[in-house]
């Protein structure tokens, strides 16, 4: 039996839509920035897990 350890992490809703109707256009790409670095750091994330991920299994393979 092999374990999923993604199935171990709880899994995490996506967050309700912003409003952005009526935010000006300084906050926008201020937001647009922030969103662009929670990206870079959810891709680490994942990076980081996929390599922990092929290390557990060459180790178990062998």
Do not use: G, H
């Amino acid at each position: 039996m092999t374990v999923d350890f993604e199935d171990l992490e709880p899994k995490n809703k996506l967050r309700k839509k912003v409003d952005l109707s009526t935010w000006n256009i300084e906050d926008l790409e201020e937001y647009i920035e922030n969103m662009k670095a929670e990206i870079v750091r959810a891709e680490a994330a994942i990076a980081e897990k996929q390599s922990v991920s092929s290390a557990a299994e060459s180790l178990f393979k062998r």
